[in-house]
């Protein structure tokens, strides 16, 4: 099984600020990863598929990046309704599918 | 508009059962690998089961591997999990979540979730 390790837990940021987020795979993945938003008592939310690929209807401050074992989620500058928690997902080697723990991108 | 709607949780006893249902709508259902994730309070996703568009071959988290059961009806355009032998760590929210068009294990479609409370 694929383990996904994100990393920092907890991001403490203001908006207007650039966020970076990581999640690390076991072993590779290829560029299959993908990265979810999810807000209070909501459920996920596709972001980015395919390491880079933006999800229809995503807005252009949220990137991807990384291959192998080591990406990337950037949000080039927070907007209010970006604070939630963000989750990476592998599809390369299932099952099982596996998630990251998740980072809490949190206002300052 | 596709949309994806669970229902069928609720308060059971440990050893005991129960049957979530997921209605689909607005996109082919027998085109689509369909999965369960749960996310316990406060905790993070766990995907559970994933079922190919025909049905033919199923998935398991091995932590459900034996107890739960996950099919489709194609005359109602419905997945269901059945799951038995029920466990208090079996507590979660569960979502249902549609597989992409070509990443079609990239979950691209969520319901709203069901909770299901394991408790005596």
């Known amino acids: 099984e694929i383990v996904l390790t994100q990393s920092p837990a907890t991001l403490s940021l203001s908006p207007g600020e650039r966020a970076t987020l990581s999640c690390r795979a076991s072993?590779?993945?290829?560029?299959?990863l993908a990265w979810y938003q999810q807000k209070p008592g909501q459920a996920p939310r596709l972001l980015i598929y395919?390491?880079?690929n933006r999800a229809t209807g995503i807005p252009a401050r949220f990137s991807g990046s990384g291959s192998g074992t080591d990406f990337t989620l950037t949000i080039s500058s927070l907007e209010p309704e970006d604070f939630a928690v963000y989750y990476c997902?592998?599809?390369?080697?299932?099952?099982?599918?596996?998630f990251g723990g998740g980072t809490k991108v949190e206002m300052k | 508009e596709a949309q994806l709607v669970e229902s069928g949780g609720g308060l059971v006893q440990p050893g005991g059962s129960l049957r979530l249902s997921c209605a689909a709508s607005?996109?082919?259902?027998?085109?689509?690998?369909m999965s369960w994730v749960r996310q316990a309070p406060g905790k993070g996703l766990e995907w559970v089961s994933g079922?190919?568009?025909?049905?033919?071959?199923?998935y398991y988290a091995d932590s459900v591997k034996g107890r739960f059961t996950i099919s489709r009806d194609y005359s109602k355009n419905t997945l269901f999990l059945q799951m038995n032998s029920l466990r208090a760590e079996d507590t979660a929210v569960y979502y249902c979540?549609?597989?992409?068009?070509?990443?079609?294990?990239?979950?691209?479609?969520w319901g709203r979730g069901t909770l299901v409370t394991v408790s005596s």
């Open positions: 395919d390491a880079s």
């Open positions: 607005g996109f082919t259902f027998s085109d689509y690998i």
């Open positions: 079922s190919s568009g025909s049905g033919g071959n199923t």
């Open positions: 997902q592998q599809r390369f080697i299932w099952p099982p599918l596996s």
């Open positions: 072993q590779s993945v290829s560029s299959f």
């Open positions: 979540a549609k597989g992409g068009t070509v990443t079609k294990l990239t979950l691209d479609l």
